[in-house]
């Protein structure tokens, strides 16, 4: 499913978590603080990190403004799990807390998953520049010799007297759609 990088100085939770994380599917890499986390994250490429906020030599607020200032690396989700409260560090789209249950961390870690994969899935309808509609604005031409027409309208296009399709907020009636 995904690759999940899990961050925590305790061993004992890094194998809670690993199992529960595997017995859904995914993959898991482990760290034990934020230095180790940076390289995992620069070389593996996860799609989630689950980190703790207190560890030594580098914390996981330090880890979130460190992967915050990677441009590459801004959009990857990450969870705070922490026993000290929500430091509401950058790129945490969720916390937890230490002593949660585990089906409320099951539950987070699908729910974040989900909506990063629903966030960079292409559009169906890529975006395009107006002059790869010219091919188009010939097929829209209405019977009366001007170019409105109701697939125009439905493209999101106006179309003027004389200048071809623009983008544009007209109504269907605004524009002679029929």
Do not use: W
């Not at 990190?49 to 030599?57: A, G, K, L, S």
């Not at 027409?149 to 983008?167: D, I, P, S, T, Y």
Request: with cysteine.
């Amino acid at each position: 499913m995904s690759t999940i990088l899990l961050v925590d100085d305790e061993v004992e939770v890094l194998d809670l978590y690993s199992d529960l994380l595997e017995s859904m599917g995914h993959d898991v890499l482990r760290a034990s603080d934020g230095m180790q986390a940076l390289e995992v994250v620069r070389r593996r490429h996860p799609d989630l990190v689950v980190t703790d906020r207190m560890m030594p030599r580098m914390n996981g607020v330090e880890l979130c403004s460190a992967l915050a200032q990677v441009r590459e690396l801004r959009g990857l989700p990450i969870i705070m799990h922490s026993s000290s409260g929500n430091p509401h560090a950058p790129g945490v789209v969720a916390f937890l807390p230490k002593s949660g249950d585990l089906e409320r961390f099951e539950e987070v870690v699908t729910r974040t998953l989900d909506t990063t994969r629903r966030r960079s899935k292409p559009s169906r309808f890529p975006s395009v520049g107006l002059q790869q509609f010219q091919a188009v604005r010939l097929l829209l031409r209405h019977p009366d010799g001007g170019s409105r027409g109701q697939l125009g309208c439905a493209l999101g296009l106006e179309a003027g007297a004389g200048r071809g399709l623009h983008r544009g907020r007209g109504s269907a009636s605004q524009l002679g759609a029929r």
